[in-house]
C-alpha cells in the first residue's frame, strides 16, 4: 500500500454565492411596502494551509476532488443567506503549488502558511439592496457568482537542511538511523529506501534536519533505477552530503567513480552546482573499507572537498560529522535573510479589477475581458428584463459600450464577454444598451401603479424563486 505520495493533481471548487432574493414587503392593508428581498451569502474558499504534523500529500491522492460550501440565497423580510464555509486543506511543509502547464504558484514553506486555491463566489444583492432613489422597486436580483474551480498540482519538496546522496547500499538511510532519531528502513539490498526518510539532528546548540533520497544508479537522469524523480526533495537542502561506500564488492566501483557518476547525475538534474558539498566515505569498520578510505582521501581533498570517515553500524566519527553539518547549516543559515513571518497569506494572482479589453477576433467577434463585466454578466439573470437592463446600466458605466463603438462594433454585431469556454454571447444592440434609459426610467415599476392581482404577483413570484432557487441548487461544480 502506498503511504507517501509526494505529487497529486487536485481539483478544487470554491463554494458559489448565494443568490440575492427579489421580494416585496407585505402587510394587511399596505400591498406595496417596497422592496425587501436580502442578499445572498458568500461562497467559501478553499485554502491550503501548512500543518507541520502532515508529512505526505496522500489523502489527496485518494480523495483529488474538494470543494467549499456554496453561500445560501437571501430570503424575503430582509433575511441574508448565509456564507459558505471556508475549506481548509492542511498540506505538508514545503508543498509547491503548480498549475497543470507547471508554473509556480505559490511555494508554501512554514507552519501556518495559506494559499488561497479558489475563492468562493460573492453573494448576489437582493432586491432591497439594489433600490435606490431612481430605482424604487427593482423587480429583479443579482444571481450568486459561481465559485472559483482550479486545477493545481501539489508538489512536496521536503525541507531539510542536509541532503544524502550517494549509491543504492551505500548506508545513507543508516547513517540517518544513527544522527537522529528517525527509525528508516535499512537492508543489504539496493534501493530500500522508496522514499525520502526525514529526521532531526541535534548537535551542540544546533538542531537541524537531514533527509536521504532513493539511491542513484548511472543513468539515472534517463530513469534508471528510481530515477532522479526524487531529488526535488533534496532541491532545499543547504548542505549535500555523498555517502560513498568504501567497502562495496562490486569490481567496477570505488569511492572516487561512484563521485563521479552521482555528480554527473545531480549535474543532468541541474540546479544543485551552488550547494555546498562534503564527503562521507562510510563502512570503515570493515578493514578493506578503512584502507580504502585512506587511498582515496587524498584525492577526494584535492578537489576540495572536506572528508570524513564514518561507520555508521560501528558509530565511528559521526560526532565529528554532525558538529560539521551544524556548523555548515549555521552558516548557511546566516547568510539566508531573515524570513519576515512564517503566516503569509498568498492570493491567487491579482485581477486588475478596474479595467476591461475589448479586441475583435478573427471571425469579427468583439470579445470583452475583465473582472467585471464577466462579474455581472454571471450576476445576471437573463429571463428578466429590468435584470438585463441593469447589466446593460453597469456596462454602459464603466464604458464597454464606448470601447466597443470604439473598436468598430455596429449594431447586430456579435459580443462575446468572458473566455471563450465561459462567454455569454450576444447580438450588439447599442440602442437598447447605451440608450437604455430611453425606454422609461427603470425601477419605476408599473406595477406599483397599477398592481397586479396578488394572487398573480405570488405566483411570479413563486416561478421566479424556484427558478432561482434551482440554479443554485443544481450548481454542482463536480
Ligand atoms: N559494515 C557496515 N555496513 C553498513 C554501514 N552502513 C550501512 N551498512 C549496511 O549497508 C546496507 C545498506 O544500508 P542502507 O542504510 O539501507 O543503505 P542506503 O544507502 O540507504 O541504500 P538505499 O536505500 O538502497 O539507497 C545495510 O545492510 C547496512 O547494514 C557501515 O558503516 N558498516
Ligand atoms: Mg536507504
Redesign the pocket.
Known amino acids: 500500500m502506498t503511504t507517501f505520495v509526494d505529487r497529486v493533481e487536485l481539483h478544487v471548487a470554491a463554494g458559489s454565492g448565494g443568490h440575492g432574493c427579489a421580494s416585496v414587503h407585505r402587510e394587511k392593508f399596505k400591498p406595496l411596502g417596497g422592496p425587501d428581498g436580502g442578499n445572498g451569502g458568500r461562497g467559501g474558499d478553499v485554502l491550503l494551509v501548512v500543518d507541520q504534523s502532515i508529512t505526505t500529500l496522500l489523502d489527496y491522492h485518494h480523495k483529488p476532488h474538494r470543494s467549499a460550501t456554496n453561500g445560501k440565497p437571501g430570503e424575503g423580510g430582509n433575511r441574508s443567506g448565509k456564507d459558505g464555509q471556508d475549506l481548509i486543506l492542511p498540506v505538508p511543509d514545503g508543498t509547491v503549488v503548480l498549475d497543470k502547464a507547471g508554473n509556480v504558484l505559490a511555494d508554501l514553506v512554514g507552519h501556518g502558511t495559506s494559499y488561497v486555491a479558489a475563492e468562493g463566489g460573492r453573494g448576489g444583492l437582493g432586491n432591497a439592496a439594489l433600490a435606490s432613489a431612481r430605482r424604487k422597486a427593482p423587480g429583479f436580483a443579482l444571481l450568486g457568482v459561481p465559485g472559483g474551480l482550479q486545477e493545481i498540482v501539489l508538489e512536496l519538496k521536503t525541507v531539510a537542511d542536509v541532503a544524502l546522496v550517494?549509491y543504492?547500499?551505500?548506508?545513507?538511510?543508516?547513517l540517518i538511523s544513527v544522527l537522529s532519531a528517525a527509525k528508516p528502513k535499512?537492508?543489504?539490498y539496493?534501493?530500500?529506501?522508496l522514499v525520502p526518510n526525514l529526521g532531526v539532528v541535534t548537535a551542540g546548540e544546533t538542531v537541524y534536519t537531514i533527509a536521504?533520497v532513493?539511491?542513484l544508479i548511472p543513468g539515472a537522469s534517463q530513469g534508471k533505477g528510481l530515477g532522479l524523480e526524487f531529488l526535488r526533495h533534496v532541491e532545499r537542502c543547504s548542505v549535500l552530503v555523498h555517502?560513498l561506500d568504501t567497502?562495496t564488492l562490486e569490481s567496477e566501483r570505488d569511492p572516487v567513480t561512484d563521485l563521479d557518476i552521482i555528480e554527473e547525475e545531480l549535474k543532468q538534474y541541474g540546479g544543485l552546482g551552488n550547494r555546498p558539498r562534503i564527503v562521507v566515505l562510510?563502512?570503515i569498520?570493515?578493514p578493506d573499507g578503512k584502507d580504502l578510505a585512506e587511498m582515496v582521501r587524498p584525492d577526494l581533498e584535492a578537489r576540495g572537498y572536506r572528508v570524513f570517515e564514518?561507520?555508521?553500524?560501528?558509530h565511528m566519527g559521526l560526532k565529528e560529522l554532525s558538529f560539521a553539518l551544524a556548523e555548515m547549516v549555521g552558516q548557511a543559515r546566516a547568510a539566508k535573510p531573515k524570513e519576515e513571518a512564517t503566516r503569509i497569506v498568498i492570493r491567487p494572482k491579482a485581477v486588475d479589477d478596474t479595467g476591461f479589453t475589448v479586441v475583435q477576433e478573427e471571425d469579427g467577434l468583439f470579445r470583452v475581458r475583465g473582472e467585471k463585466p464577466e462579474r455581472w454578466v454571471r450576476q445576471t439573470d437573463f429571463n428578466n428584463d429590468e435584470a438585463v437592463g441593469y447589466l446593460a446600466d453597469r456596462l454602459n458605466r464603466l464604458g464597454v459600450e464606448a470601447s466597443l463603438m470604439k473598436a468598430g462594433a455596429r449594431s447586430g454585431d456579435g459580443v462575446a464577454i468572458g473566455p471563450e469556454e465561459n462567454a455569454v454571447v450576444f447580438d450588439w444592440e447599442p440602442t437598447v444598451m447605451a440608450g437604455a434609459e430611453m425606454l422609461g426610467r427603470r425601477g419605476e415599476d408599473h406595477r406599483l401603479e397599477a398592481p397586479r392581482p396578488a394572487a398573480q404577483r405570488r405566483r411570479d413570484k413563486e416561478a421566479e424563486r424556484d427558478e432561482a432557487e434551482k440554479e443554485y441548487n443544481d450548481f454542482k461544480p463536480f
Do not use: L, R, W
Open positions: 550517494g543504492p547500499s551505500a548506508g545513507k538511510s543508516s535499512i537492508a543489504d539496493p534501493f530500500t529506501t536521504d532513493p539511491g555517502v567497502a562510510n563502512k569498520d570493515v564514518v561507520s555508521a553500524v560501528a
